[in-house]
């Protein structure tokens, strides 16, 4: 059985996307990367996972969660919940040695605001996981997104690898204005 962070359960609820019910079962997105396998958990949450040693082999994880629309959301209300997030993952989970994040971060990419922000964490036996923390904030919706991989490099560089489609998503929401790749 497939173990996935403790920290991935603390992200807010996910809409399904507008697709026919059997591809709703495993992945409501539709989104298919090469390498990667997917599931959805009862939670809502579909997670990825990698198959190969180009994006870090089973240890590197992938969720997808899509909130309500957060339009007004800001950089200083992002870093903010990466900080509240931060503390309740040190305080609630047992086996935490250390949980520490880097500065909130955001740009725009094709119309969506990227925020994103970085954590490492530690736990008692010694396990690393690495994330990349993600709120894409469209015209119409919003998605979150956490990559968790073997370094932090390679948390940013699967996140990176999605991106693409992760915007394509996002602006493919319901009653968001068509858009040209």
Known sequence: ??????GL???VPLLAAALPQAARAE??????????????????????????KACGGSAALLSLRQPGH???MTLAQFADVQERVNARIREQVADTHASTIGPAQEVESRGVRVFTSTRDYETTAGVRHHFVNALLVGPQASLSVVSDAPTTAQARANF????????????????APARAN
Do not use: H, I, K
């Open 1 to 6: 059985m497939v173990r996935f962070p403790v």
């Open 9 to 11: 359960a603390v992200l």
């Open 27 to 52: 992945n409501p997105f539709g989104l298919e990367v090469a390498g990667w396998t997917s599931r959805m958990a009862q939670t809502g949450t579909t997670y990825f996972q990698c198959a190969g």
């Open 70 to 72: 957060m339009a007004r």
């Open 160 to 175: 990176d690898a999605f991106l693409p489609r992760l915007l394509d998503l996002v602006l493919a929401a319901p009653g």
